[in-house]
């Protein structure tokens, strides 16, 4: 029997009765109210206001590293463009940041930000563009160190015309990537969002120069309808 992200059976009388309708549009664009209505309804969002997350995209880095194994205990870890902190939450776990774990090694997340954030327990979080010059040498210095993982959720602010997004996400993508040259340790992981639509084409080139292995995903928790891939390159050759 199918179950939802939330445990629950996803056949049975009375399912129906589970869906949330918006009660009104007043004032609202089609476009918003379509969201609106997609996140009342979506079982990731209602999974992590449950169990305290941040955000829905928690669950695609967990799904992600579930197959891929890189958020370990010990790890340092660089999260870019981190608001809300879904996935920094997902990382203290897994790299054993608070130091439960007496029998591993105490890993540390950094995260950065255009935006300020409210503090999350287990990381050092800071408002910094990571484009800005000199910025790689500013993480390595927080960081004491380069890291083992540069991770990046982030996407350009939509204009409506696919194409441009497409091209605007894997501009920063691509800005990411080549961040993560100047911070990762020999052996390091780069993780990131891209939207599938041809232009990525280049980024997977240089990648493949860059590590021994680069692998594509689309995690379970990624909508059915988006175009969102997630491109993980592993073994960073220095």
Not at 17 to 38: E, F, I, M
Not at 151 to 170: E, N
Not at 189 to 205: D, H, M, N, S, Y
Request: hydrophobic residues 40%; positive net charge.
């Amino acid at each position: 029997m199918a179950k939802t992200p939330t445990g629950k059976n996803t056949s049975g009388r009375g399912q129906r009765d589970l869906k949330v309708k918006l009660k009104t549009a007043r004032g609202r664009t089609l476009s918003s109210s379509r969201w609106l209505q997609r996140q009342l309804n979506d079982p990731y969002v209602k999974r992590a206001q449950a169990e305290g997350y941040r955000g829905r995209a928690a669950y695609k880095i967990m799904e992600v590293d579930d197959k891929f194994r890189f958020l370990v205990p010990g790890a340092r870890v660089v999260d870019l463009g981190c608001a809300p902190g879904g996935w920094c939450q997902v990382a203290v776990k897994r790299i054993n940041a608070l130091g439960e774990r007496k029998d591993k090694a105490v890993g540390t997340i950094l995260g950065v930000d255009l935006q300020e954030m409210e503090s999350l327990a287990g990381t050092n979080l800071y408002q910094l563009d990571f484009m800005d010059d000199g910025a790689d040498i500013q993480v390595k210095e927080w960081l004491g160190g380069k890291a083992d993982v540069v991770m990046s959720d982030m996407a350009a602010a939509s204009c409506g015309h696919k194409q441009t997004d497409h091209l605007r996400i894997i501009s920063l993508c691509e800005a990411a990537a080549y961040f993560s040259f100047d911070v990762l340790e020999e052996g390091g992981t780069f993780v990131a969002k891209v939207l599938a639509g041809g232009a990525e084409g280049e980024l997977q080139k240089v990648l493949k120069q860059k590590f021994t292995k680069v692998m594509n995903m689309k995690p379970p928790a990624s909508r059915s309808d988006s175009s969102e891939k997630f491109v993980v390159a592993m073994g960073f050759r220095g």
